[in-house]
């Protein structure tokens, strides 16, 4: 019994034993170190054995004897490079002191090639090693560049920079993390005169800048005169543009004084005369169209004095034209409505009338047992008392104030003259006895009759004689 118990005490602390062994050698990768394992770590894909395996940010169990693991540091390593005497592409030989960022790589493959090159080297060793690639690269950038290049584009000799020197430390398992370059100098004073160069550009430019703005002010300021200001102030824009442009060459020609002192002089003076005949040229292009706008502006007010007042008037008097055109068709459709109204009242009128008569001479007809003589014969006799009046009217009105009477006794007619003058008078008037034949009827024989008819005795009827 002793013994048994004794074996599960041994056996016990065996099994915390090879858990406690389990624990420790389980580790785990802090975020700023890269764990390396090496010794029996596996095979490639080709079939050799790979030297080491990197972990960033996880955790590995390291087996017991056949394997082993160190920590690559992810600090941030600042590597000063003064770089002097490096050749230019010119020929020039310039100074570029600098200061290099690097670090481990953490990226697949890269950090690989750090574990193989760097894993065991101290901080200063990796310095070091880091400082030659990045001297080598430098010289290599700057003499294929222009110190123009290198001075003015810094993002390209930085790019260029950044592109090379990364490429080389990546193969010993380092990464760039940030250049900077303090100070380019050169030993013949070449860019001390690009800088003045620059200085004098700006200062012209600034010069140039306030010279616009003022032409400005002074445009808005007088607007009234605002013709006179745009020349002046075009023509000192341009002086002034040239004087910048002609020092801007005269400082660019200081730059090589101690190599072309004599060509650089001849080309300043050949450019401020360029520029002064432009600036004329500009001047005289300026004046011009100061006048052309002085001639569109004099056209337009001219157009505007003249041609709108006209324009209203043209306008003013279709407008009246129209409204007496528009009153006159009102007055005259006014008009014509009341003649047509007129007419067809005078219309409807004479409409009722005839109608009316038309009714009464249907009336007479079939009064007349529907003949149209006897019907017309009655009319006649209706009519025949106004057609003697008209007879009798005709001589009513002669005057005879004084009638002179030579008697003819001798007459054989028995008439004396003035008997015969007055019936001469009545027989001027058509004889009534014609006028009841012109009617188709008799007239009564207590009126007379025509002489040349003979008188017809009326025949009494068989009774009236019996009685």
């Not at 013709?227 to 824009?237: K, L, N, P, Y």
């Not at 109608?355 to 001479?361: L, M, N, R, S, V």
């Not at 004084?402 to 007055?422: I, M, Q, R």
Request: hydrophobic fraction near 45%.
């Amino acid at each position: 019994m002793p013994s048994t118990i004794m074996l599960y005490i041994v056996g016990a602390i065996l099994l915390f034993s090879l858990m406690l062994i389990f624990l420790s050698r389980y580790k785990k990768c802090p975020s700023d170190k890269i764990m390396v394992i090496y010794g029996k770590v596996g095979t490639n894909k080709d079939g050799s054995n790979r030297s080491a395996k990197c972990i960033h940010g996880g955790a590995s169990f390291i087996w017991p004897v056949v394997q082993a693991f160190k920590f690559l540091d992810l600090t941030p390593i600042s590597i000063s490079v003064d770089l002097t005497k490096a050749l230019s592409r010119q020929n020039i030989r310039i100074d570029v002191p600098s200061r290099f960022t690097v670090g481990i790589s953490t990226e697949e493959g890269v950090m690989q090639n750090a574990a193989e090159r760097l894993l065991g080297l101290r901080l200063n060793e990796i310095q070091e090693l880091a400082r030659d690639i990045i001297f080598g690269q430098l010289r290599l950038i700057i003499a294929t560049m222009d110190i123009e290049e290198i001075n003015t584009d810094r993002d390209k000799f930085l790019e260029a920079v950044s592109g090379n020197v990364e490429t080389e430390l990546k193969k010993i398992g380092l990464r760039l993390i940030n250049v900077n370059v303090t100070d380019i100098t050169d030993e013949s004073g070449y860019i001390v005169a690009l800088g003045r160069e620059a200085a004098a550009k700006a200062i012209n430019d600034a010069k140039k800048s306030v010279a616009e703005k003022e032409r400005d002010g002074s445009i808005g300021a007088a607007n009234a005169e605002r013709d006179q200001r745009i020349e002046v102030a075009t023509a000192d824009s341009v002086a002034i543009t040239g004087e910048n442009t002609a020092q801007a060459q005269i400082a660019q020609s200081n730059a090589t004084l101690r190599e072309r002192q004599a060509e650089a002089l001849r080309l300043a003076i050949a450019a401020e005369k360029v520029q002064e005949a432009k600036a004329l040229e500009e001047a005289y292009a300026a004046e011009q169209e100061a006048e052309i706008a002085r001639a569109l502006r004099e056209k337009a007010t001219l157009e505007a004095n003249v041609i709108v007042k006209a324009e209203i008037s043209k306008r003013q008097a279709e407008i009246e034209a129209e409204a007496i055109a528009e009153r006159t068709r009102r007055q005259a459709k006014g008009e014509a409505d009341a003649i047509y109204l007129q007419m067809e009242a005078q219309a409807r009128g004479v409409q009722e009338v005839l109608t009316k008569q038309a009714q009464g001479f249907a009336e007479i007809v079939a009064a007349a047992g529907g003949d149209p003589t006897d019907a017309l014969r009655l009319m006649l006799a209706d009519k025949m008392e106004a057609l003697m009046r008209i007879q009798v009217d005709a001589i009513s009105n002669i005057k005879i104030d004084k009638v002179t009477v030579w008697d003819n006794p001798s007459a054989g007619d028995g008439k004396s003259s003035t008997a015969g003058f007055l019936s001469g008078l009545m027989k001027s008037i058509p004889p009534m006895n014609e006028m009841f034949n012109m009617a188709g009827m008799q007239l009564p024989s207590f009126l007379g009759k025509d002489a040349a008819e003979p008188v017809i005795e009326p025949v009494a009827e068989p009774e009236a004689a019996a009685e």
